[in-house]
């Protein structure tokens, strides 16, 4: 067993604070960590949906311990962040957003680390302002629209009947869709912590609205793919090749279309699968470790 277990939800919130900043729509308050010395460089870790900045918290004290100040948060409408009921939630405000906690935390440039629902706010932010960015690590997400597969319960939610169905989701739910995503196997209670992050505030219910991120990536598509194939800094994509969702599939283009970066497929066995840093801690924190001690 991985010696990064994660805690329970509620202990990794005390670690952190919640900052009001600057978006879109207006101010919002955001859940905030750092950990590791405050002079190190800077790494940013950007969630996915339907979870939190908790899902980092296996990964978190390695990169920490090798001198890198980690800032984690809760996107808009996740975990411990702000989660307004009747809001229409956009990739472009979650970049606001970010780019305004980087200003309240007086960060100037960063790496980036992002997974799942963080690919696309991470691809707006290169979008934007490449420079800033020093390295850029990818984990499973949908990249490319056309190679994106949501599994059944994300198509449900993401259409008509989504804001009834919403009222459906249980925990049980929950872990039985992670149990097709995931290629290792993960304790209940890691999963319980992670729903904790999910259903805290209501959250479950606005999956509808935020699953809206599919959409914006067909139409940011001729932006943010060559966001993505443009960049020119140190790139890493750190894969679970077990993961239905954004899998195997998705490596070949990386490699025809990123042919500089650095690609790590986590075979196993078993394969990893969708959730790379929780099911593979070590290895994804080993990983990632060595890609940001470069200088």
């Known amino acids: 067993m991985s010696q990064n277990a994660m805690p329970a939800n509620a202990h990794w919130a005390t670690g952190g604070s919640r ?63 702000d989660k307004p009921r009747r809001h229409t939630y956009s990739v472009l405000e979650q970049a606001d957003l970010v780019e305004d906690a980087w200003r309240h935390l007086d960060i100037a440039d960063t790496a980036l680390v992002a997974h799942d629902y963080g690919v696309s706010v991470a ?13 850029m690590a990818w984990l499973n997400g949908g990249l490319y629209p056309d190679l994106h597969r949501p599994v059944r319960v994300q198509r449900l939610l993401h259409g008509p009947l ?34 904790e992050g999910i259903s ?24 943010w793919v060559p966001a993505l194939e443009g960049y020119s800094g140190p790139t890493l994509f750190l894969w679970g090749p077990a993961d239905p969702i954004s899998g195997a599939h998705v490596l070949a283009r990386i490699r025809q279309r990123v042919p500089s970066a650095t690609v790590v ?31």
């Open 19 to 81: 900052i009001t900043v600057q978006g879109r729509t207006g101010p919002r308050t955001l859940f905030v960590r750092q950990d590791g010395p405050g002079a190190g460089p800077p790494v940013t870790l950007v969630h996915g949906f339907p979870t939190s900045s908790h899902d980092w918290s296996p990964i978190v004290p390695g990169l920490a311990a090798r001198g890198h100040r980690v800032i984690t948060f809760d996107l808009l409408g996740f975990g411990h962040s």
């Open 200 to 223: 805290h505030d209501g959250g479950r219910l606005l999956a509808p609205r935020l699953l809206r991120y599919i959409d914006e990536r067909r139409a940011h598509e001729a932006r």
């Open 265 to 295: 497929e986590l075979t196993g066995p078993p394969a990893v699968g969708h959730y790379p840093q929780v099911e593979a801690p070590d290895e994804v924190a080993a990983h990632l470790g060595r890609f940001l001690d470069i200088r």
């Open 123 to 135: 691809q707006e932010l290169l979008a934007r302002g490449p420079a800033r960015i020093t390295r």
């Open 162 to 195: 989504g804001p009834l169905l919403a009222h459906a989701v249980t925990e049980r739910g929950f872990r039985a869709t992670m149990r097709q995503v995931l290629g290792r196997p993960v304790p209940d209670t890691d999963l319980h912590a992670m729903w």
